[in-house]
Nanobody, 121 residues
Framework: QVQLIESGGGLVQAGGSLRLSCTVS????????MGWFRQAPGKEREFVAA????????RYANSVKGRFTISRDNAKNTVYLQMNSLKPEDTAVYYC??????????????WGQGTQVTVSS
């Protein structure tokens, strides 16, 4: 079956950095776009970033543009989210997701279990 395993979350001070990783198994990783989402306590899940199958096209939420970078290594079946200049409002559980298509703009059909990111002020 398809599995997405996130790692790299943790506690960091405001202004710090973290890199999240998500490794996919059970499907041909390079055939699908990937995304990162997050959910803060008491809030709905929101889109953070997405990347096309080959990494050539990326998209970001306005709230993270210029601070976060999504990338992928198809040889390692892994997608990354580099998070710099972290703010307390970035505190959330972060989820990676695999899209139903190779290009952006479609829904996601598989999700990871989430990794907690906590940014202290």
């Amino acid at each position: 079956q398809v599995q997405l395993i996130e790692s790299g979350g943790g506690l960091v001070q405001a202004g710090g950095s973290l890199r999240l990783s998500c490794t996919v198994s059970g499907r041909t990783f390079s055939d699908y776009a990937m995304g990162w989402f997050r959910q803060a306590p008491g809030k709905e899940r929101e889109f953070v970033a997405a990347i096309s199958w080959g990494g050539g096209i990326t998209r970001y939420a306005n709230s993270v543009k210029g601070r976060f970078t999504i990338s992928r290594d198809n040889a390692k079946n892994t997608v990354y989210l580099q998070m710099n200049s972290l703010k307390p409002e970035d505190t959330a559980v972060y989820y990676c997701a695999s899209s139903v298509r190779a290009v952006l703009g479609y829904e996601y059909d598989y999700w990871g279990q989430g990794t907690q990111v906590t940014v202290s002020s």
